[in-house]
């Protein structure tokens, strides 16, 4: 036999039975505080048109995507791709339904995403993302920035993170408008790229990148004054009126992000939410509202539910202007990086309820009648059809359920089972029709 | 701008919200069903490698297959593809982890598969199946080929089919024993596909294809003999009996098919579960129990879930025998199916519970505490921030919800609002805090 490599490709996740299930419960947890939030669930195909795909992104993206192909010479030529995130295929279909929706469009999407990044630790080719986005049709209110990182709040508050977590919010006009008034807007990609790379180098690192691009000291101060911005309303407020500027779109800016945080603080009462100039997304399609979570302590894991507005979702596809706001959770990323601090532990936790064990194969009837019976009570139920010795069935129980229940000839008889905790041994007894 | 196709890729489901949530209701359902089963659910990844989803399949199913290739130069050269099946994948699974499982090992997967089929009417290239499969170490006792069956009869119970389902149940061993004793076990390949095809062709046509094989009229006879039988356990008891046939192979199959059929419909309680010798599951690998599942009155859309025993899961992978039995239940299909038969309405359904429009902007943070109230009942909320005049917020309120809300100063005041059905138009008073 031609010995084939049975394990998972790399970049992919792969749990076993008791892992999966506490993945399922806290996906399921997510998917309903989306719902419980009012946002309406969809799912778009995992394959797209290239031509979707790559209409605004390129670059990095388009280096990291799957290609599909089919096999058969009788293939449509057709030049189809993976999807790599859920808000491109969003796009597409918010445009091609928008005339069956109702704006704003408040949406979830938990799935599957596909990209070919180099394979490393706690670094995945194929990861859910859960997504929480609403589009308004021509205008979207910032109270809606607001909303959106409430719900993933709420989304995030089932996870069993290792600590609290806290969102730091900005607004990418701040930074836009500063360099505006700077005359620094030839250099705004780089300049963002630094401000985004700031936390993951020395400050002199970014000392020397910024006077690479050969700005001035005192424009460079005032860069490095804005990054060192961080707090609650007033304290945004009292820093960002020092550093003297007074165009247009950096006090739009200001005024957004002191709305959208007393709106996500005062009026919907997210706790933990604090401003933070450094927070740019460098690399993304955002316009206006930024935001990422970090969790209290575990600050080297980096963001785990990230987001912001992007003015015109779907500018590709559609001369109807679509405003957006949304986030999402990087759940495969995360549930590793739980694991790995211990938050999630396997062996805690069992896939089955009871494992109900007949003593003989003449009493399998009676057993499935006790099966079903604790179906009815909501309980997940493995009827043990084995045919082995009941020491054998015991120990096949201990692996995969919490409590074991014996069928015998005297149980059926006297309609009273005991039903014994498999770890404690303890055994309780409880009688069934 | 350049026009871009919208439309998802041909072959694959798209559903608008209020389809996606009764999809998604049904798919949920399932996944219950086998978990009060005791089955344990996993997930493996959408892209495997070609040699582990090709080990054994080949043939149409390569035609089919998906092929995905990284675009960056930098791409390894791995040959990898999308899985066109849950069985594969849980083949390599099994022998992955075996020493990290119990068996049996009873298991669930629900999740999206990919083949390259031609595109048409109800057929997909990307669609859901829902597989619950238990799998043996070294032997796996009949009971358990009841067991799946009738698992599978639970999570189809949750389907709201437009009448009631049967399963037909056979067993292959049946018609290979038939062969062998006729010595027509070089043509058993043709002949499994001519029974296989029969119901789709006249008997004209399945007389022909069998006489094209050069098979005499007297073993013809049986064959016809041998598709013809249909019944309970008595009925088909007698009508093989009286084939006159006696070979090993033959009177197991018959012993198999009789004792399935006594724990399933006996033990087990599974209605409306007849045995019929024309399935036989042609291109399949199994190789004992086969079943499939109709819907009486729509027979026309064929099977709705199919499965069988196949004793050696993973042969292409491990020396250690695996024996397995299981079935899935093509759910996009399905879900097509339904709607196409009026089975499942679109326009009856709201993705949302209840709109909470504010009268005004400041009164967001009194709306916000409603709607989180009426989150704590369990209800899905909607606070509408458009802030839109109340007859434009109501307008979206009846195409996303059941129910509206309004909170004015006076409810404030109160405590007392007013929860107005949107589609009778009555309105019932609510206390809230």
């Known amino acids: 036999m031609k010995k084939i490599n049975t394990s998972p490709i790399s970049g992919t996740q ?7 299930a506490e993945f399922n419960r806290l996906k399921s947890g997510i ?5 419980r939030h009012g946002f309406q669930n969809i799912e778009t195909p995992m394959i797209e048109r290239t031509e979707v795909l790559l209409a605004k992104a390129g670059g990095e993206t388009e280096k990291q995507i799957y290609k599909v192909v089919k096999t058969a010479e009788t293939a449509d030529e057709a030049d189809q791709a993976l999807r790599f995130d859920h808000t491109v295929p969003l796009a597409r279909y918010t445009v091609e339904h928008m005339n069956e929706l109702a704006f704003p469009f408040k949406v979830s999407q938990i799935g599957r995403n596909f990209r070919g990044e180099r394979a490393q630790k706690g670094r995945f080719r194929e990861f859910y993302q859960c997504d929480a986005d609403i589009i308004g049709w021509g205008t979207l209110p910032l109270a809606y920035d607001a909303e959106a990182i409430a719900t993933l709040g709420e989304a995030i508050r089932v996870l069993p993170l290792p600590a609290d977590f806290y969102f730091r919010v900005s607004n990418r006009k701040i930074l836009t408008g500063m360099l505006e008034e700077l005359n620094l807007e030839n250099l705004a990609e780089e300049i963002f790229g630094i401000v985004d790379h700031a936390e993951k180098v020395t400050p002199e690192a970014t000392l020397a990148a910024l006077e ?3 700005i001035g000291s005192e424009k460079i101060e005032k860069l490095q004054a804005l ?5 609650g309303r007033k304290e945004i407020s009292e820093q960002l009126a020092a550093l003297g500027l007074s165009g247009e779109k950096f006090r739009a800016g200001v005024a957004e992000l002191d709305e959208a ?4 603080t005062e009026v919907l009462g997210t706790p933990n939410a604090v401003a933070d100039l450094k927070i740019v997304r460098g690399l993304d399609y955002y316009t206006g509202t930024v935001f990422e979570t970090l969790v209290y302590g575990y600050e080297g894991i980096g963001s785990i539910c990230s987001g912001g507005r992007y003015e015109n979702l779907a500018g590709n596809y559609s001369p109807q202007s679509l405003p957006g706001v949304g986030g999402s959770i990087g759940l495969t990323r995360l549930f590793y990086v739980l694991q790995d601090c211990g938050a999630v532990k396997a062996t805690e936790m069992k896939a089955v309820e009871v494992c109900v064990l007949p003593m003989a194969p003449e009493l399998y009837g009676a057993a499935a009648k006790v099966a079903e019976q604790l179906r009815a009570q909501g309980r997940s139920v493995d009827l043990v059809l084995s045919g082995k010795r009941l020491g054998d069935q015991l120990r096949y ?4 359920a919490e409590f074991a229940l014996v069928v015998g000839e005297n149980e059926v008889k006297s309609g009273k089972f005991g039903l014994k905790n498999l770890q404690t041994g ?8």
Chains 1, 2 share one sequence.
């Open 31 to 35: 998917a309903e505080a989306f719902h």
């Open 14 to 20: 792969e749990l076993l039975p008791s892992l999966q």
């Open 426 to 433: 303890e055994t309780t007894e409880i009688e069934l029709g």
């Open 397 to 400: 129980a201990a692996k995969v």
């Open 227 to 231: 990054m060192a911005i961080r707090g």
């Open 261 to 264: 945080m007393r709106l996500l």
């Open 212 to 214: 690479e691009l050969g």
